[in-house]
Each structure stands twice: as structure tokens, then as C-alpha cells.
Nanobody
Framework: QVQLVESGGGLVQPGGSLRLSCAASGSIDRINVMGWYRQAPDKERELVADIARGRGTNYADSVKGRFTISRDNVVNTIYLQMSSLKSEDTAIYYC???????????????????WGKGTLVTVSS
């Protein structure tokens, strides 16, 4: 079983900073893209940022210049450093990963999409 566990959520004032972490564990041979999604009340889940194994990144327009995603492939962990936080950043933040497992001697792989359970970020005075 592959698991993703998020941490670092909490209450922060507007203009403040917060860092989220997501650690992957279980039977994994390789993790490809990992990313952060968020879902605000009464809204659809949306991509915040993602990062490839080779460190290429993508960001939502609403967070460019304020959020930074990074990853440590040694410990299978990604981070989201959030600064200049706004009230509209309030949401449950979910970690996502595409993982691979080798399934035969020829090296064929099976790919799976895994989600964490989420961590709540509240930006308020």
C-alpha cells in the first residue's frame, strides 16, 4: 500500500507564511510527478503546483510569485512554501503523486495515482 501524509496546515494571518510537507511511503519503485491541490468551501478542487522528478515545476496563476514547491527524492517528500498569504488561500490542501512499481523481470511498470487525506490551511485575522 502506498500512502501520502500531509502536515503543516494551520491558522495564519494575512501576509504570513506557512510550509506544508507531504511524505510518501510504501512499496514504490519510482515517483514521477508530485503536486499540491486545494479545495475551498463550495469550490472545485484545483491544482496549486506540481513538480516532476527532474525538478520541473508548474504553478497556478493565482499563486505565482508567492508559493514555491520543492522535492527531496532521497526521502520521497515534497514541500510547499507559502508566503504573502491571502484569505482566498483558505482551503484544504491535498498531496498527489503518480507512482510506479516494476511488475516483471523485463522491467514493465504499473502506474498508480495516489492522494493524501488533506491538511487545512486557514488564513484569517
Amino acid at each position: 500500500q502506498v500512502q501520502l501524509v500531509e502536515s503543516g496546515g494551520g491558522l495564519v494571518q494575512p501576509g504570513g507564511s506557512l510550509r506544508l510537507s507531504c511524505a510518501a511511503s510504501g512499496s514504490i519503485d519510482r515517483i514521477n510527478v508530485m503536486g499540491w491541490y486545494r479545495q475551498a468551501p463550495d469550490k472545485e478542487r484545483e491544482l496549486v503546483a506540481d513538480i516532476a522528478r527532474g525538478r520541473g515545476t508548474n504553478y497556478a496563476d493565482s499563486v505565482k510569485g508567492r508559493f514555491t514547491i520543492s522535492r527531496d527524492n532521497v526521502v520521497n517528500t515534497i514541500y510547499l512554501q507559502m508566503s504573502s498569504l491571502k484569505s482566498e488561500d483558505t482551503a484544504i490542501y491535498y498531496c498527489n503523486a503518480e507512482v510506479e512499481r516494476v511488475v516483471n523481470v523485463e522491467g514493465a511498470t504499473r502506474r498508480m495515482i495516489v492522494w493524501g487525506k488533506g491538511t487545512l490551511v486557514t488564513v484569517s485575522s
